[in-house]
């Protein structure tokens, strides 16, 4: 139960435009605003940031 609360899955969806996501957990009690981390597009090809989506 507590699981879920601490750990909720989110979907990082790409910043250029192909809506390409990820989907992962995050803990919420060390990144308690949105996450912005760079990863690999494969319709951009190439390396942009991915921002959190709720």
């Known amino acids: 139960m507590a699981r ?3 750990r909720p ?3 990082l969806r790409s910043t250029a435009g192909t809506g390409f996501t ?3 957990r995050k803990n ?3 990144d308690p605003d949105r996450t ?3 990863k690999y597009d494969p ?3 190439r ?3 991915f921002r ?3």
């Open 22 to 24: 990820y989907v992962t």
């Open 36 to 38: 912005v981390l760079r």
């Open 52 to 54: 959190e989506e709720r």
């Open 9 to 11: 899955i989110i979907k």
């Open 4 to 6: 879920n609360e601490l």
């Open 43 to 45: 319709r951009a090809g």
């Open 28 to 30: 919420r009690r060390n």
């Open 47 to 49: 390396h942009v940031e």
